[in-house]
Structures are given as C-alpha cells and as structure tokens.
C-alpha cells in the first residue's frame, strides 16, 4: 500500500514539475517546488498512509496481504502418504539454479552452493525445480536440504480456495481478516479495512477507555506543569539576575545554559543512571543522611516526580534565555518610574514585570504546552513510560503519555504489535495539536493587530 | 523604605538561590565526569575511587590495559561521532538551500494558496512520526532498490527525510525575509539581475543571522535524534553517536556507565560548543518573535 501512494505521489511530483518548470512562467512556483517535492513524499504520504493504517486491523496476526496469504495458502505444500524426504543440495550459477540428488545428474562446473539463508532468500525460483528419480516418482523443494514428493496443500477453484484433502472449500472471514475450515483459522491472517473500527473502539471498549482517558489525562498534567515548572524557575532565575552586572550575569547565564546545550538524549539517560534505586548517584548520596533508598522510577507517584523534574532540568534553560531577552527590551525608564512612586521589588514584579513577561510569552507558551504534550524522549528514555499499571491487561505505565504509548503499541506489545491501534492514537494526537497550533496562530494574529 | 541592611539581606538570599540552582545544574555534569574516569564505575561513586582514563580509552578507541591484557573497544565510536557530524552539517546545508528557496517565494510572490498554504504544512508537519516510520522503511526500501545510496541503512536516506520537515523553517525565514525592503531587489532587477541572481546575492547575505539560527537548530536537532536512525540505520559502520551509545545502556550491559559517560562527554561538546558560541543569536531570534517589535 505504501508502494502504491509512493507512486502515485511520484506521478503527482513529476506533474508538478513539468508544469513548474515548462509550461508555466511565474519564477515563484520554480522555488517553492523543490521543498514541496520533499514535503510530499517524507511529511504527507506517511500522514496518508498513517490514516489508512488507521482504518485497518493491521497488527500481529494480519501483518499481510490479502493477496499474499492466498499466495501462501496456494503454494503451501505437504508431504505425499508414505514418502521420505531425500537430502538435496541447491546450487546456483549465473541464473539458473540445479538441485543436486542420488538421483539427479552432476551439477554443472562453477555452480555455487546455497546456504539455507540463502536458499529462503531465492526460494520462489527453488519452488518449480522437480527432480526425476529412477522409480517413477517426482521430488520437489521440500526443505532447505531436502526434496520431497509432495503435493499442494489447496488450489484455487471458482476463485475461491479448496483444500485437496478433504475436498472442501475455505471460507472467508472478512471481517477478521482470515481463512476458516470447519470455524478454525487455516494460514496466515491479513489485514482488512475496519473503518472506524479503532477509534470507536478508544472511546466505548471498557478497558481500551480506562487505558486511554488515563494517558490523556496526565498527558496533559504533565505538559502543563511542565510549562509552569519550568517557566517559573526561568522567570525567576531572569529577574533576579537581572539586577546584577553585566559580568556577573554572564558567568550565571553560561552556567544556566549547560543542560539546554547537552544533547537530550544524553542527559535523560544520564538522569536514569542517577536515578537507579540501587546504584545511582542520588540514593547513594541520601544514604549519608540515613534516608532509606527512594524508588525514583519505579514508584507510581516518584515515577512522575521524576520526569517533571528532569523535564525541569532541561527545559529551565530555555524559559531563562527568552525571559533574559525580553526584560532586556523593557525600557529602564518605567522602572525608575515605579522606584519614584515607592513601589516594592514585589510590587514592581507584580504589576510591571510580570505582566509584559507573560503577554510577550504566551505564543511560546503554547508551543511549549505543544512541544511537551508530544515530548516522547524526556518520557521514554527515562522510564520507559514508567511501572506498569498493575490491573490492566494492556501494555501502559504510569508515566506513559499518548505518544509513548503509541510508540509501545505499534513496536513494543509483548502480545503483539498493534499498529492500527497505534495509528488511531497517532492521529487522535494529531487533531488535538493541530486545534491548538491554530489557537496558537489566532491569538499571535490578534496581539500583532493591536 | 528600604534600609541598606535589607538590600544586603535581600542581595544575600538572591545569590544563595542563584548559586543553589547552579549547584542542582552543575551536579549531573559532574557526576558523569567523575563516573567517566572511574574504571569499572557505577552512577554512584564521586570522585572517590582510583581514577584512571581507561574509559576514554575504550571511547577514543586507544589500546590499554586491563590486568594485563590489552583491550581496544570493538565499537568505532569515533567513527559514529563523525557520521553524526557528516550527517547533521549536510542536513543543515541541504536544509537551508531548500527551505531559503521556498520561504523567499512565499514571501515575494503572491500566489494561489499563499495565505493558508504555510499554515496547513506546518501544522501537517506536527503530525507524531510513529506510524511514519513504518512507512519510512518501507518508502527507502523501495528508492534504494532503483539508487542504492538513498536505501534504507545510508546516511543519503537518512537526509531524505530529515527533509521533509522544511515547513517550519520555512516560515522563520518568511518572516525575516518579509523585513528585508523590496526597494533593494528592485534597483537589482532594474541592474540586470535575473530572480536567481537578486535572491543569491542580495536577500541571503542579509539574512546571515536567521540563517544560522536556522542552520544551528536543524544541526542540533538532526545531532539529537536517535528515533529515526535506530530504525533505518543497521550496520555499526554507519550509525550515528545518538544510536551507537544506546548500546552502552541497553540490559545486556548493564554497569557499563563508565564508557557511557565518557561517551556522554565526547558526544555532548561538540553540541556544546557550537550553542556557546551562538547562544546570542538563538536569544534574539526567539525573543524576537515573541515581543514584534
């Protein structure tokens, strides 16, 4: 499927370009087609093909085609009533390829020999090969180091699937995506459209609800306080600073910088290794007080502390630098105003800071909430979406945000990956950003009008 | 009123908690240090055992010894550094010659789809990459079957699809380009310039500081990415730091954190450095669009 959109979007491209570049004269096209080119194969057919996903069943147990089981089924093979494998080598040269028997004559010169991977690896040019032995009957492909009498196990008749044995045709379970004799599933199962099978599924199944409606919850718990911790921390950090020298303020600010210049990934993991209840640094240290070791990650509420304050960590840096900058762009003059009429430190704060801090702020805000609500590395690498929820049968922690737990239905279910699932989530999330970028570019169109 | 003794209490207590903060800053940094010169260290020591470079070794892939026996790290560490290097400047480079080219047309030119156009790609840009790896494999896979070296386990496809997240800076170079007069382009036009020659030489070297903020952002985050990578990135040879250090912690070797934290360190100051030196422009450049002048 994602061949046929990679296509297609290829045809759309090349269409573009002739257009752009031939038939038409306007220069403006001829610079916008290049990104545009790179914007729909690597941002809009994963998005399509993510929505379609979303639309099947496509997980462990209908991971293929339609097609692809039938040609399963169909080339499935048995071995014939009293017949015994005969070891078998396969050789290959140039194109051709030779199976080498008691029965059958000598391989010719130069012909190399195919290891069992690769032997799977050209199996369907090995599957025709037939062996004709000195009593009358034919051997086939049997194994990868053996030819065998066999038989196919179905065929196909009237376009629907028969099975040799018995004579009796399978029948089709659309709806679940499979083949059935006698109510049990024969071969693999593949994937069928479900429609909005999946979404209803988040919203009505008991367990599914529970699952999500929690995630959603501290998904959003976690982004906002996310923004307040560290917002606060830098707007603090920003005024008090403010009052020092120019020296001062810069030995500080370098110093602030240092965990918004380290790489992420590496300070997550950095934290986790700290954070381990037996061999971290932070235990150890609490020992010399005689407090008993803390289960940073492994317990459901420290588990949560521990993000935020990681998250924290990471994210002051940033609030500091851009709080810096725009109280270095209010003029000195209001301040000295206020200091005539008497105002305290808080007073100043109160009533002059903190207000065009927080009007100049708000679309970075947003974007933070945004960046956060999203924010699968701080999350996963640090807990892995945290202790499991001990009651549930599905695959979620207690810090799990929706994107980590996207992330664990689709690659990681220890029963089964669940992409279609996986990919409803995906697109769930992405309305929910979408909604708020477009509050987000609203309320900078009003602020820059007045 | 205010005495000079409370402006001294005050002043104290300001610094106290400037200086406390930078302490909670300052202790992971390190931490990982002195994890890193321990032979054998676990997150908990401090600078309290024998100290020895053996871990930097291992990381810088130099020969030493180990009771003995010499021991070189099998992992081409260095080797993963450069490619994270060689993959996040092109990235920036590539980045930048495609989104400069697109952000100068919308800003320019009027044409059908402008208003919205940019709005719908950024917030299309926004949509969770999970289900788009699935689709990325598969998309390389396929390319790499027609040109072997944007497949799946090349740098080339790797840059492919870094790529395709141009719309945002799309937009951070609009809006600088829409302060840059028109009266400048046009005396060019009326030299002799064609539109390719007026935008090389005239808008992008006045754009010199969005450009590197924009250059700078996409190399951090390229630098930073280890999602991607460790999915379409298979042979050792070709990884890149964010994903080759992942071995170092995975379970099967659990109490390797002191390589882990030189490799922490070697991986991290290039980053670093680089922020250092520009950390002025990103300021301005992100407070500038929050106050508008």
């Known amino acids: 499927m994602i061949i046929t959109l990679f296509l297609i979007s290829f045809v759309i491209i090349a269409a573009l370009g002739i257009w752009t570049y031939f038939l038409q004269k306007q220069v403006s096209y001829r610079f916008f087609y290049p990104a545009i080119v790179l914007f729909i194969l690597f941002t809009l057919v994963p998005i399509v093909y993510g929505v379609y996903v979303s639309l099947t069943n496509l997980k462990t147990g209908n991971l293929l085609s339609r097609a692809e089981v039938i040609h399963i089924l169909l080339t499935d093979k048995a071995l014939k009533e009293g017949s015994e494998p005969i070891p078998a080598k396969y050789f290959m040269k140039e194109g051709q390829y030779f199976i080498e028997t008691k029965f059958s004559a000598a391989k010719p010169e130069g012909a190399v020999q195919l290891s069992a991977a690769d032997v799977i690896a050209h199996l369907p040019n090995l599957l025709d090969l037939k062996v004709s032995a000195n009593d009358g009957k034919t051997y086939s492909f049997f194994r990868t180091d053996t030819v065998a009498e066999t038989f196919n196990l179905f065929t196909l008749e009237n376009e629907k699937i028969k099975d040799v044995r018995n004579n009796r045709f399978l029948i089709e379970d659309k709806k679940n995506g499979r083949f059935l004799l006698d109510g049990a599933q024969v071969g693999p199962g593949f994937f069928t459209f479900k429609g909005f099978e999946n979404y209803i599924n988040l919203f009505n199944d008991s367990s599914l609800k529970k699952v999500f409606t929690q995630s959603l919850v501290w998904t959003f718990l976690w982004a906002f306080l996310s923004v307040l911790l560290t917002f606060s921390l830098g707007t603090t950090l920003a005024v008090l600073l403010n009052e020092s020298n120019k020296a001062t303020r810069l030995i500080y600010r370098i110093i602030y910088i240092i965990p918004y210049s380290i790489p992420f990934f590496i300070s997550v993991l950095v934290f986790k290794g700290l954070m381990n209840k037996d061999f971290g640094a932070i235990n150890a240290f609490l020992k010399l007080f005689k407090i008993s070791p803390i289960p940073w990650l492994d317990h459901k509420v420290w588990a949560k502390i521990s993000v935020l304050m990681v998250n924290l960590w990471l994210g002051f840096p940033y609030m500091f630098l851009v709080v810096t900058g725009i109280l270095q762009s209010i003029p000195k003059t209001i301040y000295e105003a206020a200091q005539l009429d008497g105002a305290t430190r808080l007073q100043t704060f109160r009533f002059l800071t903190f207000p065009l801090v927080i009007t100049a702020m708000v679309p970075l805000l947003i974007g933070s909430f945004a960046f956060n609500l999203n924010n699968f590395v701080g999350i996963y690498l640090l807990t892995g979406g945290g202790p499991v929820i001990a009651d549930i049968q599905l695959p979620i922690g207690e810090t799990d945000i929706l994107i980590s737990y996207t992330y664990r239905l689709a690659f990681e279910g220890s029963m089964g990956q669940n992409f279609s699932l996986a990919a409803s989530v995906s697109v769930l999330i992405f309305l929910m950003m979408a909604a708020i970028t477009l509050i987000n570019f609203k309320i900078s169109e009003q602020r820059t009008k007045r | ?293």
């Open chain 2, 1 to 293: 009123m205010i005495t000079q003794k409370r402006e001294q209490v005050y002043n104290l207590l300001r610094h106290l908690f400037l200086i406390f903060v930078v302490f909670v800053v300052l202790i992971p940094v390190l931490c990982i240090i002195s994890v890193s010169l321990t032979p054998n260290g676990t997150m908990s020591t401090f600078f309290n055992q024998k100290m020895a470079l053996d871990n930097w070794k291992y990381i810088l892939g130099i020969p030493y010894e180990v009771n003995g026996a010499v021991v070189t790290s099998p992992y081409p560490i260095m080797k993963w550094l450069f490619n994270s290097l060689k993959v996040s400047a092109l990235a920036s480079i590539l980045m930048l010659a495609f989104s400069t080219t697109a952000a100068y047309a919308l800003s320019r030119y009027e044409f059908v789809g402008k208003k919205s156009g940019i709005l719908i790609l950024m917030i299309l840009q926004m949509f969770p990459n999970m289900m788009a790896m699935v689709a990325f494999y598969f998309m390389l896979d396929f390319i790499g079957k027609y040109i072997p070296s944007l497949g799946v386990n090349t740098h080339g496809g790797l840059l492919l699809i870094y790529l395709g997240g141009t719309p945002f800076n799309i937009w951070m170079l609009k809006g600088y380009f829409d302060t840059i007069p028109k009266s400048l382009e046009e005396s060019a036009r009326i030299d002799g310039c064609s539109p390719l020659q007026t935008f090389l030489k005239i808008i992008l070297p006045l754009s010199a500081p969005m450009i590197t903020v924009v250059g700078l952002l996409t190399f951090i985050a390229t630098f930073s990415d280890f999602i991607l990578p460790s999915i379409l990135l298979k042979s050792q040879e070709n990884m890149t730091f964010a994903v080759g250090i992942q071995i170092f912690i995975s379970e099967s070797f659990a109490g390797r954190w002191g390589q882990f934290a030189a490799a922490s360190i070697v991986g991290a100051l290039p980053i670093s450095l680089l922020f250092f030196s520009v950390h002025r422009y990103i300021v301005s450049g992100l407070s500038s669009g929050a106050t508008k002048g």
